[in-house]
């Protein structure tokens, strides 16, 4: 029995970035022996193991045989004559098939170093045809490493395509689309991801709403960079300069759906895309398993996001509506996730990058004008739950028509 650090854990080792999680591959043994050391069997599809103490996922050492259409589709093989070299051999990308055993020898038979240095995502193998889910993966670690330099080699482009027309993409199922584009999301080059599977085609297969706002034009005066889906690439890019939260991202990327669906009569004008954007916004959501608080913060950034771009215009009473509708006085992290999503919206034009943002101070300070108002000093015994929160909503409304008063004039 061989224990080898494999992975994600090397390559990060070897890129000088610090490792988050490990992964052991377990050379020469079977289950019942490492059962008996003490390991717990976990997983279905083959077998992996947690390590008595530390928690860590040691896998037996398998290659892998593609028996059926999708990610699901394969036979494996775990008995003890399986090397090293061939349970690398199987792995997605040369950077990700390298192995450290015990001693600190390195392992690597598909020069998984060299395209490190080069800076290249290069597949290991011809079998990385057969797992669709690696072309979620690759756009995943293009995202990633965007800012390292790293690349995806033409032969590994020409592959994803072929994978695309072939129509092994179709098989995806939604919890590991999902799952990719979370994890792309968090990282620091989310649109990179959406960029990478546009240009291998598999866009349109597993995003065709993102996808076919590409091509529909808007207002050169508001929009430079005309294209919605160009737009909506630099709305996501801005996200992720702006927050860290998941959430904000995903707003980002579905805020402009339903310009998609414009009538082509009316371009580049886009009258009513805000309520076509919310129904595609919840179909979306309802296709892949995207967590409820992102689909709701979604939908309301697809709706209201006018409303915070003309925050100067808004009456008192509007702006009590949206301070309701975006629930902020019970969720006040979620009215600030959605001004972050609507500055990213404004900032994601060409040209308007850097520029200032007063819309989102001015509707936090007119948010923390309402929510001074204090409810319990307003409650009598006499009065039912209902009037009192008539009467606390007229004691907000005067807060923030005080508040306008007294504001400076919105720059010009």
């Not at 896998?59 to 093989?77: C, P």
């Not at 995003?207 to 808007?218: H, N, R, S, Y």
Request: one cysteine or more; charged letters at 30%.
């Amino acid at each position: 029995m061989k224990v080898y650090l494999v992975g994600g854990a090397v390559r990060d080792e070897l890129l000088g970035l610090s490792v988050k999680e490990r992964d052991w591959c377990v050379v020469g043994a079977t289950p019942d022996e490492l059962e008996q050391k003490g390991y717990r069997r976990v997983g279905k599809d083959f077998p992996v193991f947690l390590h008595p103490q530390t928690n860590e996922e040691y896998a037996l050492a398998r290659t892998e045989r593609k028996t059926g259409s999708g990610y699901h589709g394969f036979q494996f093989d775990t008995s003890p004559n399986i090397s090293i070299e061939d349970d690398l051999g199987r792995r997605d990308l040369t950077i990700n098939a390298i192995a450290r055993d015990l001693d600190g020898r390195i392992v690597d038979p598909y020069n998984g170093r060299a395209d490190l240095e080069a800076r290249l995502l290069r597949h290991v193998s011809d079998a990385f045809a057969e797992d669709p889910v690696r072309v979620l993966r690759v756009a995943k670690f293009a995202a990633r490493f965007a800012d390292a330099g790293f690349r995806v080699a033409s032969e590994t482009m020409a592959r994803m395509r072929e994978m695309v027309d072939a129509g092994e993409v179709d098989a995806l199922v939604p919890d590991r689309v999902w799952k990719e584009t979370e994890a792309a999301l968090a990282g620091a080059n989310p649109q990179v991801y959406f960029r990478l599977l546009r240009e291998c085609g598999a866009l349109k297969v597993v995003f065709p709403e993102i996808d076919a706002l590409f091509g529909i034009p808007q207002p050169a005066k508001w929009h430079p960079e005309i294209d919605c889906g160009v737009h909506t690439m630099m709305v996501v890019e801005q996200a992720a300069i702006l927050s860290q939260q998941v959430d904000v991202r995903f707003a980002a990327l579905v805020h402009d759906l339903g310009k998609a669906a414009t009538p082509e009569a009316q371009l580049p004008q886009h009258p009513g895309h805000e309520k076509r954007s919310v129904r595609l916004v919840k179909a979306f959501c309802k296709r892949l398993p995207v967590p409820a608080a992102h689909r709701d913060l979604g939908m309301l950034v697809a709706e209201f996001h006018a409303h915070c771009h003309r925050a100067f215009e808004l009456k008192a009473s509007t702006i009590l509506r949206l301070l309701q509708r975006v629930d902020a006085f019970r969720r006040a992290d979620r009215f600030d996730h959605f001004l972050l999503a609507c500055e990213a919206d404004a900032r994601g034009r060409t040209g308007f990058e850097t520029k200032d943002y007063p819309q989102a101070r001015y509707l936090r300070d007119a948010y923390a004008a309402a929510a001074s108002v204090e409810a319990s000093r307003l409650a009598r015994p006499d009065l039912s739950g209902q009037e009192i929160g008539a009467l606390v909503s007229r004691a907000r409304l005067e807060a923030i028509s005080s508040f306008k008063k007294a504001a400076p004039q919105p720059p010009k």
